[in-house]
């Protein structure tokens, strides 16, 4: 199982949320362009909060770095890099655009297959990641084939489905960890499912929603983009 001290965990949610990294009592700003990758094996159980998983940007294994039309370029100079994160600044996104994104992560945290949905973080990650998109076709604006491009990379690392409660050999203390559904927005109250509790019913509905992939995906075909 892949987990992280807690040490830890609190360290790479400051460097990725405050960029700035805890060393010998103080505090050490990291640069503009410093970035965090998380390599999880492949094989192992993730056991990582999903709070910690929501700072990232990307679920890399999900192709967005074959967005650019299959080509990418892994070694980039730091003056690349932040004339590359000016020209996504500069990607315009339409109000119908913005509505259209709100509308994916709303039925994505409402699904019926959803025990965990994204957070509002999901929203301006997923404007983000569609400039991204834009800037890799060369244009200065989003379109809603960007939106359907990024959206399994962008959301599936944020979203818990009953199907991987299932999956998963979620150990007891990552259950306790997870705050049921009727309290996640107002209590700190805990979760922690006996065996019994995650079968019959729940075991019939995961079979039925599919992965967190096919979700975003069914949700993506069904909901109309702007005209």
Known sequence: ALSLATDTLECLARIITHR?????????PVGDTFTVVLVIPEGAVQQLPVTLMDLFLFDATTSILNIRKGKTDLMMSEKSIVKLRKQVEAVYISPD????????????RNDEGV?????????????????????FDGLQFVTPTHVSKVAVAVLSHRVITHKSLMMTAFSAATYSSLPSTSAAASSSSTFSPSPASI?????????QQGTAQDIINRIIRTEPPPA
């Open 20 to 28: 700035s990294l805890p060393l010998q009592g103080g505090q050490h």
């Open 97 to 108: 655009i913005r509505h259209y994104i709100r509308e994916i992560v709303i039925k994505l």
């Open 115 to 135: 025990y965990w949905g994204p957070s509002p973080r999901a929203v301006p990650s997923f404007e983000k990641a569609i400039k991204i998109a834009a800037v």
């Open 199 to 207: 079968s019959g019913p729940m075991q019939q509905q995961q079979q």
